[in-house]
């Protein structure tokens, strides 16, 4: 019984870890923009086929850190441009514009891909996949290369966002937007660079996730870009710690309720915990209401 | 300064002069005055095409399962080019060209629904083949009966289709050319029990599609009459991609079987999450496995799964034969069961067609409901008044060295 909870667990860890990089995507967006970038689902789509492009259509084999750099560089370019065409026109007006272009967005990147590839594609493995029998539970090397990653980008992001000038910026632009550029900060860069760590993390997580579930399809993005989206507002929707624990909470959740009830009611309780936690806590676990100017 | 701004930009450049006004309004009403007449012209001109029979053909072209449209369309093309070719098809003293209305339904209930409107509706067709997954074929049928226009779904098996769900009766106009899950769950189940040996099964299914949901129960339901036992029966929703919880409690089990009612799309994510966490099961299928690209996408994880199917291209029966060059010649690819059942459900219509003598849905339907005999490419088939659901055989597949190899018939 223990490792078979012990096996759960560590299934529950790598779904969560992919849950966490892409909610990362839409509260840091959230945090300077005050939007919901919805296109952000189908960005780490374009990860997991990016990934297989690279894989399959160069005549060299790339180690796997190489496609991984290779593919956050690639969305996140592509996250920093739909920002600067499609979201910045429209930064001073009703934010309903905002999400319907941001929908918008995101339907034009399904479209485009279902176009190109309207069937489901099948991802290559990029390295040998071992099953080590360790202490009972079936692990995977992919499985802690999945949960490594993740941690090891979350640490990195969390370290850039308290140490670095460009995370105070970014801080502070999500804390009043108003007065920063009175403080000789470049707020458009810092926005743009916003889009590129945040898009960047949900390719990689598109990536992770294709190795993990290797066939890819144009429309995968959506119910997994919902998911965590509803992961940051668990966490706390504009919080970076919100939106890991949000990630890990939704993953734990998912796979919990399948080990102690019937897998039908999984979604059913799963998000009726995830209301419950929203009542009592309405902005967020480590979310908090936004501040009053008087 | 501000307000001064505003008001500069909104006397805008397009404020036109009084003259330049009546200009633009001359012409605005002479446009509208064009475009009326031209599709007055063009709509009467339409009337004029010459007759031809219309069959509507309801399929999976975008969505989850896109190769099954493609089979689909594909046989359907092939099909409807042969008859044309060979001059057409004689109803009652003339002889007419088919003329295939295409509407894709993008494997979701509501647009299946919505095509089948419009192709009976708008276009008139005197029936409809399609939709072939059942949660496409089960609202489409709806519709197909209260608008009286005969329908024949080349692929779902699920019960529902063909079954009125109000009165529990039969519909009239909803046909199919396949046989049930009824009769799979069957053929399955004493396949796992005498050809397998098997005394313990699990099943995972998707909960919220029509077919795995109904093929899942009734595996269930006639393993454990027959002295099988189940010993776990998990779900998952339409999208999902990780089984893992579900595996992880279906290894804890130890069932001799894992039996997986699902679509090409589903299977080699099951298969090989389940053989990663050290599932030993053999593997079984439903019809739903036919595609050929789950063996592209499944690769090694489905080598040795057997599957319950409507046809082999290994039988060799002069239709089977002869369909099965005629789509490899066309389409540089070996038919599937989505193919030839379309195949074989267009052939039936034209046999109705035939017999009927005349264009009109009524005795299209009657004329269907009678067929006695007919030698499609998936076999011999007939229908028995007033079911919809033919009687003919099916056969079991398995997954050898990356191909479709026959096992054994199943009479029914």
């Not at chain 1, 790598?14 to 892409?22: D, H, M, N, P």
């Not at chain 2, 295409?102 to 494997?107: K, S, T």
């Not at chain 2, 046909?175 to 799979?184: G, M």
Request: with cysteine; charged share 15%; net charge positive.
């Amino acid at each position: 019984m223990l490792s078979y909870l012990a096996q759960q667990s560590i299934n529950a860890l790598q779904l969560g870890s992919i849950y966490a990089l892409i909610a990362l995507g839409y509260s840091m967006v959230y945090g300077v923009l005050t939007m919901i970038n919805f296109a952000h689902g189908d960005l780490f789509m374009l990860g997991a086929f990016a990934c297989m492009i690279l894989a399959t259509l160069l005549p060299v084999h790339l180690p796997f850190v190489i496609i991984l750099l290779l593919v956050m560089v690639l969305v996140g370019l592509l996250g920093t441009a739909i920002e600067r065409f499609a979201y910045r026109p429209l930064r001073g007006g009703p934010r309903v514009s905002a999400i319907i272009t941001a929908l918008g967005c995101g339907l034009l990147i399904e479209s485009l891909t279902l176009v190109k590839f309207p069937y489901a594609q099948s991802m290559p493995p990029l390295f040998n996949n071992t099953i080590h029998p360790f202490l009972g539970l079936t692990i995977s090397t992919l499985q802690i290369l999945i949960i490594g990653v993740a941690i090891t980008l979350m640490i990195a992001l969390d370290f850039l966002i308290r140490k670095t000038a460009y995370g105070i910026a970014m801080r502070a632009i999500s804390f009043d937007a108003r007065i920063v550029p009175l403080m000789g900060v470049p707020v458009n860069r810092v926005i743009s660079m916003t889009f590129f760590i945040g898009a960047g993390l949900g390719g990689a997580a598109g990536m992770l996730y294709g190795m993990a579930y290797p066939v890819i399809a144009p429309l995968m993005g959506v119910l997994v870009g919902w998911k965590a989206f509803v992961a940051a507002v668990i966490g706390g929707i504009g919080s970076i710690r919100g939106a890991v624990l949000g990630g890990f909470i939704l993953g734990a959740v998912e796979v919990m309720t399948v080990v102690f009830l019937p897998s039908t009611y999984r979604d059913l309780i799963s998000y009726s915990l995830l209301l419950l936690i929203l009542i009592f806590k309405p902005f967020g676990i480590l979310g908090s209401p936004p501040n009053q100017k008087v | 300064m501000h307000r001064h701004t505003i008001a500069h930009r909104h006397c805008s450049v397009f404020t036109p002069s009084p003259k330049a006004s009546r200009v633009v309004k001359k012409i605005i009403c002479l446009s509208a005055l064009a475009s009326a007449l031209l599709s007055i012209v063009t709509l009467t001109g339409c009337g004029k095409t010459s007759p031809s029979i219309k069959i509507g053909l309801n399929t999976e072209l975008t969505g989850e399962m896109p190769a099954v449209g493609a089979s689909s369309k594909n046989a359907a093309d092939l099909f409807v080019s042969q008859i044309n070719a060979a001059g057409g098809v004689k109803v009652g003293d003339q002889t007419l060209p088919l003329q295939l209305s295409l509407g894709d339904n993008g494997a979701k209930a509501d647009q299946a629904a919505a095509v089948t409107q419009r192709l009976i509706s708008q276009e008139g067709v005197v029936a409809m083949i399609g939709p072939n997954a059942s949660a496409c074929a089960i609202p489409a049928s709806v519709i197909a009966e209260s608008l009286k226009c005969p329908m024949i779904s080349p692929w779902s098996t699920n019960p529902k289709t063909t079954i009125d769900a109000a009165t529990g009766k039969p519909k009239t106009e909803v046909f199919r050319a396949c046989f049930t899950d009824v009769f799979e769950a069957q053929v399955l189940a004493k396949f796992v029990l005498n050809n397998l040996h098997a005394k313990t099964a699990a099943i995972l299914y998707d909960v919220s599609s029509e077919a795995p949901n109904g093929q899942a129960n009734l595996f269930k339901k006639t393993f454990e009459e027959n002295g099988g036992k189940i010993v776990g029966f998990e779900t998952y929703t339409t999208g999902d991609r990780d089984f893992s919880a579900q595996l992880t409690k279906i290894k804890a089990a130890n069932p001799q079987v894992l039996f997986l009612p699902a679509y090409y799309n589903d299977v080699p994510l099951i298969t090989q999450q389940a053989r990663r966490l050290g599932i030993t099961a053999q593997f079984v299928g439903s019809d739903a496995w036919s595609t050929p690209e789950l063996i592209k996408l499944g690769g090694a994880d489905v080598e040795g799964a057997y599957f319950c199917n409507h046809y082999s291209n290994q039988i060799a029966t002069p239709e089977a034969t002869k369909f099965m060059a005629d789509y490899q010649a066309k389409y540089g690819q070996a038919p599937d069961d989505v193919a030839a059942l379309t195949y074989d459900a267009f052939g039936l219509l034209t046999e109705a067609l035939k017999t009927a003598g005349k264009l009109d849905r009524q005795s299209i339907r009657d004329a269907l409901s009678k067929i006695s005999q007919f030698n499609g490419v998936t076999g011999t088939m007939k229908f028995q008044p007033p079911s919809g659901d033919p009687i003919k055989s099916a056969v079991m597949l398995q997954i050898k060295d990356g191909k479709f190899v026959w096992v054994a018939n199943a009479q029914p």
